[in-house]
């Protein structure tokens, strides 16, 4: 991924991973990432699934932050890479 590229997914980068607020939230608090955190979610989920990135969702799951990434890969196959983002690690990948 280049570093245009990376920079062009910036804001769309910003809109999935700054918190919300709103009715829907319920008591559940908002995990977010910082831009930084995002893109080397988006770096550690192309290597695993080497292709185009289409989308990141932040998420808590079992108490940990992780990342979505939806991987439009080279393969022409969609993944969903489920990246740790205190480890940077990839914790699964499903084939959409």
């Known amino acids: 991924m280049t570093s245009s590229q990376l920079m062009g997914m910036a804001g769309a ?6 918190p919300s ?5 319920g008591a559940r608090p908002q ?3 910082t ?6 979610c988006m770096r550690t989920a192309v290597a695993a699934r080497p292709g185009r990135v289409k989308e990141l969702d932040v998420d808590v799951e079992n108490g ?3 990342c979505k ?3 439009a ?3 022409r196959r969609k993944y969903e890479v489920h990246v740790d ?3 940077n690690k990839v914790t699964r990948v499903e084939q959409d």
Not at 13 to 18: D, I, P, Q
Request: aromatic residues 0%; charged residues 20%.
């Open 13 to 18: 980068v910003l809109l999935c991973v700054l």
């Open 21 to 25: 607020t709103g009715a829907a939230q």
């Open 31 to 33: 995990k977010s990432v």
């Open 35 to 40: 831009v930084d955190e995002a893109i080397a």
């Open 64 to 66: 940990r932050v992780r």
């Open 69 to 71: 990434v939806e991987v």
């Open 73 to 75: 890969a080279n393969d």
């Open 85 to 87: 983002v205190a480890g």
